[in-house]
């Protein structure tokens, strides 16, 4: 499940995103290709969505490895409104 994020940026830009995570593969399931596959697949799914960027929750061990990054590294954090 996708949800709509947003980006707002120092310069007041608003960026609209999707987010989701983590992935979630039973133990004995795991190491056998059936994370990868379900990434894979929602990525796909979010190209329908026409989202900008995606940001997920979860390992960076295994988002990693599909090109995702630290959204920090892009000084991007995490910020809610009260």
């Not at 983590?22 to 056998?32: E, F, G, L, T």
């Not at 596959?37 to 995606?54: C, D, F, K, Y």
């Not at 995702?68 to 409104?81: D, N, P, Q």
Request: charged share 20%; aromatic share 10%; hydrophobic share 40%.
């Amino acid at each position: 499940m996708y949800m709509r994020s947003e980006i707002r940026a120092d310069d007041g830009r608003v960026i609209p995103i999707r987010t989701f995570g983590p992935i979630s593969i039973a133990p004995d399931c795991m190491r056998q290709g059936y994370g990868t596959a379900l990434l894979r697949r929602s990525m796909e799914a979010a190209r329908t969505l026409e989202a900008g960027a995606l940001a997920i929750t979860g390992s960076i061990g295994f988002y990693g490895k599909s090109g995702f990054t630290v959204a920090s590294t892009k000084g991007i954090h995490y910020f809610a409104e009260s």
